[in-house]
């Protein structure tokens, strides 16, 4: 099975405390045999896109689901996520990490794998939160 995931990163490459929409990067990783690579890095131009009426708007929020979408990414990895959690859970599976290194990252996505193959083979859309630190949890988008 073939998974395309989007880390959302500083320009550095690391992740940090932001959502995902406020990323300056989307590194695209593969997933397939076994192993995790990354396949391209994209600026997210949308990150100045105008948030002045609402936080989290739904006009940005559409927009960068359609960027992944072209891309065929199934996983968005973030250390958190916004107020449109709910609308990006309806397209792909929202995971919550405490690492900000992508190598990190990539080991313990790879050592969980299991549980995110289950969650797409089961669902289509409305796909729950994982939160990933020593182990995985799995809840309900609110």
Do not use: C
Request: proline residues 1%; hydrophobic residues 40%.
């Amino acid at each position: 099975m073939k998974i395309n995931f989007a880390f959302a990163l500083n320009n550095e490459k690391m992740f940090e405390k932001k959502h995902f929409g406020e990323a300056e990067l989307y590194a695209i990783y593969t997933y397939e045999k076994g192993e995790l690579k990354h396949s391209e890095t994209l600026p997210n131009s949308f990150i100045s896109m105008t948030e002045e009426k609402v936080h989290g708007s739904k006009e940005k929020g559409d927009a960068i689901i359609t960027l992944l979408k072209e891309r065929n990414v199934s996983v968005l990895v973030s250390m958190q996520f916004g107020k449109n959690i709910k609308m990006v859970s309806q397209h792909f599976i929202p995971v919550i990490i405490d690492e900000d290194r992508t190598d990190q990252v990539v080991e313990i996505i790879v050592r969980n794998i299991k549980w995110i193959k289950d969650e797409l083979k089961n669902r289509n859309s409305g796909f729950m939160l994982f939160r990933i630190k020593t182990g995985i949890l799995k809840t309900a988008v609110e």
